[in-house]
């Protein structure tokens, strides 16, 4: 299914603990903006709000060709990230480390490997726009550290959420942690 032929629902699959308000997912035409009838009906209010003037809400944008996914929580930091699948086969030296391909070799198999290169650099985008550092400087300090166990994120205690979801050839990867 194309993202762009229906809308998505990031909200209802979440666990029940977690509670997102005045959010929303758009699918944005990047050439004409957003388009209003995308919005669910309760949610099109949001559209008259400054989000760049107007502190207790937070937004995330990401583009994936011509189209485009926002997030926008009034309690939550968020970060959020739109990629096609095949986009990383062969250009993941740039923003992964040694450790993180030998983990992921380890554990699944060189054919699938492209959905999982695309999953960790959704990963590291949406944590930088959470994070609100730029792209290459938080791929340069190596904020997100691999191990055995999974991942965690260097000099924060915080616990950050990650949401991944298949939409047929794309990859939504959005990361959100309470504000303090």
């Not at 009034?74 to 040694?98: A, K, M, Q, W």
């Not at 999982?116 to 550092?133: D, N």
Request: with cysteine.
């Amino acid at each position: 299914m194309l993202v762009g032929t229906s809308s998505l629902t990031f909200v209802e699959q979440l666990p029940d603990t977690i509670e997102l308000q005045h959010y929303h997912f758009s699918v944005q035409d990047t050439s004409k903006g957003i388009k209003k009838s995308k919005f669910r009906d309760q949610f099109r209010n949001v559209l008259d709000l400054d989000y760049a003037r107007t502190d207790h809400v937070q937004y995330s944008r990401s583009y994936c060709g011509n189209e485009a996914i926002q997030i926008t929580s009034s309690t939550y930091n968020l970060g959020c990230d739109f990629e096609s699948v095949d986009r990383f086969i062969s250009t993941s030296t740039f923003f992964t480390t040694e450790s993180e391909i030998h983990n992921m070799q380890r554990q699944i198999r060189r054919s699938e490997s492209h959905v999982l290169l695309t999953a960790i650099w959704g990963l590291k985008e949406s944590l930088s726009k959470l994070l609100k550092m730029p792209l290459h400087e938080f791929l340069a300090a190596r904020t997100l550290k691999s191990h055995d166990r999974g991942w965690h994120i260097a000099n924060t205690q915080q616990t950050v959420h990650v949401y991944v979801e298949y939409r047929g050839s794309n990859i939504i990867v959005v990361t959100y942690c309470e504000r303090k």
